[in-house]
Structure formats: structure tokens, C-alpha cells
């Protein structure tokens, strides 16, 4: 039997049309559109075809239905100006992800979900503790409480953030890599069964990568789980929570100097690890810097190469604390990432899209604590330090 959902998802991933991938496969469209629809099956022949042109083993299409991932509940950053291949390609490495994750989460205990959940917001917007978007003070306002409030329950104090990711994962919020076949997508988001999901372009600077992290935690406490808004004013929103949470007001206020210079925003990056530009807006966003004066850093860092990327910075990119404990542990108890592969159905390079990046491949990891019930289900608690 094929899954004919199964179908659409393989040919949405590759980023393929309906024609293209009929071409490809040696059958009509309409033959094909009869598969995707369920009207047809495929002969043994015409699904060999079609999963050797989208590159899945032939398994995958025999498997499980797969949950639909609405484009309605991902963070997508520019949905309008997104292609639909892009945008399918995307969606559908989101849907693969999940798998992993269920794949993970049956075999390791993960943290569980740990953010301000979205009815706090809403009982402090009613108490008129923080304002709606679009109301006076609303937006910005919001988002600074916001991030504060994470902080608080996290216990963060202002302190700045070491690595984005482990304080993603230590709260139970799931990192993957976004397929670097769609690299003109920064990051998104999205709520799945009570489990928050992000996924980052592991190939921007690790300055970038921390505030894309940041931003899509922004999107994941501000906005819902149903339906996350799209459109500037959410951005504004998330992008606001994303510099109040790496660069807490109080922390910079107390940091940084009257009318502070170029040379110093380039030393004090280091401390909050984040872009150059970054810390100019957010000097200009808590009025330490005159509009004048935010545009003279602008000019002068974008002269010197900070518009695009991060020059001479030493910054490692971030990875995650949790794909590489599960690996090292899959590794130690013999399990190689080919083995997840083919229990996923996916082809080796498909499952290291989903972790590349965020994974030190040659990691020597132990055994994780088994725990003392030998006759409990072997499913053991991996132990998520920030
Ligand atoms: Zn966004």
C-alpha cells in the first residue's frame, strides 16, 4: 500500500511540481495527481520510478501517514515574498523533523516544555499588564515584557545568555537544522502536540544564529499555537523580544557608556553575542543613542563590513546539547545514524539535513545513565545543562 500523502510530502521536500516530478518519473501528471489524491495506487514499477527521482527509499512511501504541517502555524519570516517551492521545502523538512523527534523522544527521555504559556499573556493583556499589539505601547512594550518574563522564569537574572540553543533545549523546546536546501529561509517555528519546534539555518553567522533562535522563542511565547500571526507587526514583535531577551535593558543600561562609539559597540558585542548592528539598534531602541548617532554607527559598521557579516569574529556556532548526547549515546550502544535513517525511511544525507550543523561530528560521548530498574523500559533521561 502507498501512503499518498507520503507522496506529496517526498515531491514537496525535493521542491518539485506535479509535471516536473512526472516528467521525471516517465508518467503523466494526471497519473501522478491520481496517486497524490489517493484515486490511484501505484504499481511496483511507477513507485520504483517515482522514489528514485525524489531520492526516498521505496519504504517511505509505505509508511504511517505524516501530520500535516499548516503553513498557517509556522513562524514563516517573509511569507509573501517566499516562493511555493521554497515555502513546500520548508513545511516539509518541519514534518520530517517531527519524525526525528518522535524517533528521539520514544527512546531518550527530553526535557519537557517549559515556556510562559500563551493564557499568562493573555491575563496580563487583559489586566492591562502588557498591551495588545497595535495599542498605544503595545508591540514593543509587549515583547520587552515578554522577554522579561521568560527571564524570570528561567532564572536568568540579566545575566547574558551563554548559548542560545542549550537554554532552547534545557526548557524543552526541540532544535533541528533547516534544510540547506532552502537557504534564503532564516528560521521558523511551530507548536506541535504541546512540543515547541525550531528550526535554524545553521550556515549564518553564530551571532545571527543566536537571534534567530531568539526571535523564534519570541514567536513561540507571543504568538499562538493554532495560528501564528504573519506580517510586520509580528516580526516587529519577535524581532523586539529576540533583543530584549540577548540584551536585557537593565544589563545594558548599566553597561554601556554616554554617546558609546563605534570601536565600543565592536568590543561590547562580545559580551551579549550579538551582531554589531544588533547592539547599535538596541542602543538606539533604549535611547542611549540619538537617531543621528544610530545612523553614524550604521554607516560606519556597514563600512567596515558588519552589514552582511560579523568580521574577525571568533564566535563558534552554536550547537545542540541534545542531538549530540543522543548520537553519542546511539553510537556508543552501536547504532549508527544510518540505522535512524532507515527506521525514518529516509536516506542518510535526508537525516543529516535535519541535525547538520548542529551536531560535532566527531564527538566521544559515554553511555547515558541507564538508571537502576533494569526492568523499566530502556529510556533514558538525558540530563540538559545551560
Ligand atoms: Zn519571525
Redesign the pocket.
Known sequence: MTTASRLVLARRRRGLTVTRLAQLAGLTARRLSDFENGRAIPSPPSLSAIAEALEFPESFFSAGEVADLPVETV???ALSKMTASQRDVALSSGRLSRGLQDWIGARFGLPAADLPSLTSFSRLREDGQIPYPGEAGGGDNSAERAAELVRTRWGLGVAPIANMVHLLEAHGVRVFSLSRDCPEV????FWDRGIPFVLLNTEKTAERGRFDAA??L??LVLHGEEQIPHGPQ??AE??RFAAALLMPSADVLAYAPRNPSTNWILQAKRRWKVAAMALAHRLHELNLTTEWQYRTHCVELGRLGYRKAEPESRLPRETSQVLGKVFAALRAEGTRPADVARDLHLRPADLNDLIFGLIVTAQDGGRPDQGQHATAPRRPQLSVVR
Open positions: 513562524s514563516f519570516r532564516d528560521a521558523f517555528s526571535h523564534e519570541g514567536h509580528a516580526e519577535a524581532h
